[in-house]
């Protein structure tokens, strides 16, 4: 036995042609990527790939068009695909951005898009880099709420000011754009980073928390804030917005009026 | 039996160059960036006022030479502006060629030896441009300055 739904009363119904997918502009790309294998070749090297794409794909579908239909040993990381995981964090023409967030219409598409790992970590494969010196450093500074007493018996309050406080500092999703984006970083990687400056920041200045002092000992250190050099290019590569380079200076300042 | 060992895949294992020496606290870093900021301000004022009263006062450059520096270092005030203007220069300079130091060396070794040369550099110009302004003496043989008579 069947029985038909009846279409809901909401429905709108569109005149033939329109909103249809064909109306959607294609055009070709190169796409320039930075392989590396080191079961093949101890050596990086830049590989072409000539695509169609349309107006509404991002690097990201460049990619898996590359991985679906022409080199199935393109290696890349990506889970959610819509910019909440940060899992694909890449050098795009030279900035570090979210694959999945950069639309191709934005970028210049009469010269070569090149992509490559973000800077500074170890490369694994392709596009792939050793994450665990980033996470080194996040778990340093102590990511979690550290409260002393009883558990409460309801949820701890608190104002919508005090919270408005360290608002920015929550957006990060942990995608490593803005260490990797960090000329210090580059250096020898010893610098805490700005990823690990911003999720201690987020507790820091949070009212419920009381471990920030012990966070901003950590952060004295001769690795910490003090090695960053303002260049904002943490800020530029952010891809939730956040003001990196700010709250990197208000940790500064936090310590030092702590010390004074 | 043959056995395959597999290791488990980023489960603490890091690569020992990002290693972080775990050092002795401290506030020297969190001094020196203070120390770049007020000294900063302060050369400012130091440097401006150099610059006035050298160039743009009286007859300007034209009157710069040996009896005007004479002149000047007979003053106590420009004495310890000078000196000021010496010490805070070369620290803040110093601090400066410091962190490019420690952020563009990669190896520790180079780091020690670029720093040391520079610290040598700082040491002497400090102490020599200490002793030039204390020690002036404007009566140089055959001189026709008024304070020599």
């Known amino acids: 036995m069947s029985t038909e739904l009846p279409e809901p009363a909401s429905v709108v119904k569109l005149a033939p042609g329109v909103g249809g997918g064909g109306e959607i502009p294609k055009f070709d790309i190169t796409l320039r990527v930075r392989r590396y294998d080191p079961e093949v070749s101890e050596e990086a090297s830049w590989e072409d790939f000539k695509l169609t794409m349309y107006g509404t794909d991002r690097i990201l579908d460049a990619l898996h068009k590359v991985k679906w239909e022409h080199d199935g040993s393109l ?6 695909a819509h910019g ?9 023409n030279g900035r570090n951005r979210l694959a999945c967030k950069t639309l191709l219409k934005d970028l210049d598409t009469s010269k070569p898009i090149t992509v490559e790992a973000i800077k500074g970590l170890p490369v694994e494969k392709d596009l792939i880099v050793d994450m665990e010196p980033f996470f080194q450093s996040y778990r340093e500074v ?5 409260a002393k007493g009883h558990e409460p018996s309801k949820e701890r309050y608190q104002s919508v000011e005090d919270r408005e406080r360290f608002d920015d500092t929550t957006k990060c999703i942990l995608c490593a754009a803005c260490t990797s984006s960090c000329p210090v970083f580059w250096t020898d990687g010893q610098y805490f980073g700005p990823a690990a400056i911003v999720n201690a920041h987020r507790f820091i200045f949070d009212s419920r928390d009381e471990a920030g002092d012990m966070r901003l000992e950590i952060l004295n250190d001769k690795e910490g804030v003090w090695r960053c050099r303002t260049t904002f290019n943490c800020s530029e590569a952010c891809p939730r917005g956040i ?4 709250a990197i200076a208000e940790v500064k300042q936090a310590i030092l009026a702590r010390s004074l | 039996m043959a056995s395959t060992e597999f290791v488990a895949p980023r489960t603490g294992r890091i690569e020992p160059q990002y290693n972080r020496m775990r050092n002795r606290g401290g506030t020297f870093e969190m001094s020196a960036w203070l120390f770049m900021r007020l000294s900063g301000v302060i050369l400012v004022v130091l440097i401006f006022g150099h610059l006035i009263t ?3 006062v009286g007859g300007g450059i034209n009157d710069v030479d040996f009896g005007f520096v004479a002149g000047k270092w007979a003053d106590p005030f420009w004495q310890f502006w000078d000196l000021a203007m010496l010490w805070l220069a070369m620290l803040h300079g110093t601090n400066g060629l410091r962190t490019i130091i420690n952020d563009y060396a990669e190896k520790t070794r180079t780091r020690m030896w670029l720093k040391t040369v520079l610290y040598i550099c700082t040491a002497v110009i400090i102490i020599l441009g ?8 404007p009566c140089i043989p055959g001189s026709t300055l008024e304070v020599c008579n």
């Open chain 1, 84 to 92: 909440v995981c940060g899992s694909d964090a890449m050098r795009i």
């Open chain 1, 142 to 146: 102590m990511p979690f709420l550290v």
């Open chain 1, 243 to 246: 003001q990196v380079t700010k």
């Open chain 1, 75 to 80: 290696s890349f990381r990506r889970s959610c």
């Open chain 2, 54 to 56: 050298n160039l743009l």
């Open chain 2, 130 to 137: 200490t002793l030039v302004i204390f020690t002036f003496d």
